[in-house]
């Protein structure tokens, strides 16, 4: 009979030296993001392919589906944290069994045709030129989903890789909602006779004294700087080496210091989930979030209901007065408040606000369900694209580099991601709900003690969990209610009810 | 029959992913020592672990020996990049198989520890601690050396790794020579009334000022900005991503602006050397120098041939007057050259002179051809070490952190590597009488075209042949002369009668 603890030490072993390799790969992307000179992208991209490949050779090895088969129906003689490992370890690995190798290359080597001419394309507004590309991630995608397996649509089989259980026909109903009460909000924003004057915004902001605010906020929502750091890049972004070396990246935009702000915030929301993550589960794949959905909740939660709070602004103000002295001089708290939660319809998705977010993420989750289903064609994209604009947001679109070549995603073939987005929004408002329940007076004490008590509470009840529960389980155990986007409108409702009265 | 271009094809492809992981490694190594938050250092291990015994696997399998089998004995069947290729692939791995896996495992751990405590020993000055972990790396040495095999001294088997074909007892002659005239020569400095007032050094150099001077001099040595870049790190160095990834680090001392600019040029030659081998050759073991030596030569001659040469600095003192306006108000060109090139016996082999510096080497040699010869033990280390430094420099050692503690080399196992410091100054002294010969009026040029013409013949002379050639070809090649110290002997001789008249 074999011994099953000396199986796992086997599985634990060689998931730690898989993480490595993971880890290794995340640095030599957070470089080419970060540091790396121009004409080290050619090889760059070799060694993140050599890496890649070595990855998932090991992963889906003999060796591997050896110790998944004989741990995985045995997990009763394994502790809790030792049977969720070999249960998570399973499920990633049959779904990475399920595609052939060949599909694999395929996709990669496609992925990277159509990034490059989706870049060349969103220069110069060109979808023709992107067209048979989309069309290629589109079909093998498809053939991906056949793989995988589905019940309902193939757009679940992808959708589950980043919000595992969530399927197309439970979203439904969900973006109904929230298209139909988002757009009459908009509608009465664009009604409201109280639009901030911002025109003050529009100065030079010293580009060391934001980077500089911005490193002390972080430190006051508890990011540890000796476990992590911030760099820019021109797509903001965070990434783990380590529980113990979580990077952010920030962008500065010198006439917008709420640019830097916003993102940073964001970015160290991601990061304390990372920086709090058990050390014990630290090189497995439990040390890792059971969702993006979930992920990007705590991202939302720092950046929009603390970062674009009054309190938040009440707080910071008299520090940015110190570092921009003469830029704000006659600026108030409430002027800062108005100006980072001005509402206005746009065309890009990630310089959305709050009020518009979702109908970016419901447009984009509306087309690429139809091209995965097949009900239409990737030649339709534009046209639906730019009508739907119309009908969400009111806004006319000029071109299609501002309208459907504004994303990397479909470029990059991950069809299913851009839900999640919307799925964090909620989460985070569902969660913020219950967290001043628990925390009295939280708001309120947003100068004192608030972020050490938040911080504290996020750690208790999502990020000690890891991949332990999924991500319904840890939003019910931590609300007492199963995922619901009635939080988050009520949220919205309120806060803009009062910021744009009619 | 077997094809051997597709034998070579196949060689060629898995050459380029260790290659890969290599140079991945060298990131996670690069990032370690420049921005890696403290805590990140234990996943790093494990990270550095891991991809080092991938490395080890893969470049020792049975494919590899099969393919260099097939290939090693048919290379008049191959060009003769190809034919080097297999050649220079057969000598690594013939070395790397030599050597058992369980002593490669023995040695990384017993590194990791000796590393470990020397820190603390050299903080402590405690030669004491240190000393059980040098004697594990001396045996473990011997042991490998055993293993590689030798024909004189197991010293050779080690030293071959850092120089192809050298021997303690090619070394003994030539270290000779150089320690009776360097000696000789120190001790003329000593007695020259002479010696230059240096009070006006000890300034602040403001930082940025000169990071941006230490750049301005790279660019116009030749360093390509678009294909490296120059970061700060405690211990300067080079390292390599890529033919067209380079990147430097320097050091910057506040109250001495000659110490980031030694490092960043001496860093810089090794870097002109990476930056210019044939981007043919990219992803193969011959886009490398020959032996250290030779690499040293790049920097030696680059840091203190021209960084330390009065046309260098009548070229510069305009740019640094202009950035230190204050602080060189008073300063000739002659003031910058005599202070870059006073010499003064010290006790730290990285802060030492041109003429005291491979003195230290000797010094080095001595005792760790001893210690691996077995003539002495660990523990008389520390009295033959003060009492050579008395005998070749005058100077008494007040601890060992001053000391024999002071270098991380044997800490890392790493004997056979001090020599090629020295012999990178006589390559060095000797590669620039010639290029001296080759292009008319060098030095008395600085100012112009000096450095793209020197840089065109370094790379015309040196840097194409990757390891093509051996480091005695290269120099012959380039000098029609073996490697000799005289051609050094005669630079040191005849600059410092000069700089320190009797």
Redesign the interface.
Known sequence: MPDFQDLYAQLFEKL??IT??R??LA??QW?QEV??????A???G??L???A??EHRFFTDTEMRLLIDALRDRTEDLSPEQAALVRETAHDLDRAVRIPESLVRLFAEAQSRAYEEWVEARRGSDFQRFQPHLKTMVDLSREKAEYLGYEESPYDALLDEYERGMTASQLRPIFDVLAARQSALVARIAESPHHPEVTWLDQDWNEAAQIRFCEEVLRDMGY??????Q?KSVHPFTTT??V??V?ITTRVNPRDFLSALSSSVHEGGHALYEQGLPVAF??TPLADAPSLGIHESQSRLWENIIGRSHPFFRRYLPRLQQLFPRQLDQVTSADLYRAANRVAPSLIRVDADECTYNLHVILRFEIETALIEGSIRPEHVPELWNSKMRVYLGVDVPDDAHGCLQDIHWAHGSFGYFPTYALGNLYSAQLMEQAKKDIPDLMNNVDGNAFPELLAWLRDRIHCYGRMKNAGEIIEAATGSRPSPEPFLRYLEEKYAVLYPA
Chains 1, 2 share one sequence.
């Open positions: 730690g030296e490595d390799i880890h290794a640095l030599l470089d540091y790396m000179p121009p004409k080290g050619y090889a760059r070799q060694q392919a050599t890496l490949g070595l540890d700087f000796s476990a992590g750091r760099d080496f380590d113990q070396d990077r630290r090189r």
